[in-house]
T-cell receptor, first 111, second 115 residues
């Protein structure tokens, strides 16, 4: 039972390159989320998916797209990476009592 | 507009003493409040939560207190242990008809428990 897994763990991109961050969960939760964490700031919501087939924007969606492939998987895509997207990205799923369970994170650097 | 605020970036306490972490919020529509613990290079780990209709919730060494009139909550850790050293995030939940919720996070407090 792995919980929430994310790949890759680390990534370095050049400005303008694209990439997809992968997230998978085996907790059978409906809702999934993507956050970013920057120094001195809390986690900020990028996109979320209440259930398979639905996605919605969060607080900071610009420059990102998402795909809810099935109940288990929720991917985040950067079409043209910018230095401002250098951050640590976390995927999460919703559990009981409004709690959310987080993956280990992807550390992304855009040069 | 920061809806959830943790005004203390850091806190240092002695092992065995009480740690008190504070959080303020502005939105009366939050339905749950949560505390997360985060070690470096790991994802946040859910610690404890409290419903907006309660004023206290306890789980072992961890107790969360909610003061709705002051829009303030606090996390008490008694006794503090060196393994408790981490960043603690306060989060508040906005529920969307039961289908999903959004969490609004504070900026975190770095707790250091000195042996």
């Amino acid at each position: 039972n792995a919980g929430v897994t994310q790949t890759p763990k680390f990534q370095v991109l050049k400005t303008g390159q694209s990439m997809t961050l992968q997230c998978a969960q085996d907790m059978n939760h409906n809702s999934m989320y993507w956050y970013r964490q920057d120094p001195g700031m809390g986690l900020r919501l990028i996109y979320y998916s209440a259930s398979e087939g639905t996605t919605d924007k969060g607080e900071v969606p610009n420059g990102y797209n998402v795909s809810r492939l099935n109940k288990r998987e929720f991917s985040l895509r950067l079409e043209s990476a910018a230095p401002s997207q250098t951050s640590v990205y976390f995927c999460a799923t919703r559990g009981g009592s409004s709690s959310q369970y987080f993956g280990p994170g992807t550390r992304l650097t855009v040069l | 507009d920061q809806q959830v605020k943790q005004n203390s970036p850091s806190l240092s306490v002695q092992e065995g003493r009480i740690s008190i972490l504070n959080c303020d919020y502005t939105n009366s529509m939050f339905d749950y409040f949560l505390w997360y613990k985060k070690y470096p290079a790991e994802g946040p780990t859910f610690l404890i939560s409290i419903s907006s209709i309660k004023d206290k919730n306890e789980d072992g060494r961890f107790t969360v207190f909610l003061n709705k009139s002051a829009k303030h909550l606090s996390l008490h850790i008694v006794p503090s242990q060196p393994g408790d050293s981490a960043v603690y995030f306060c989060a508040a939940s906005l529920n969307y008809g039961g289908a999903t919720n959004k969490l609004i996070f504070g900026t975190g407090t770095l707790l250091a428990v000195q042996p």
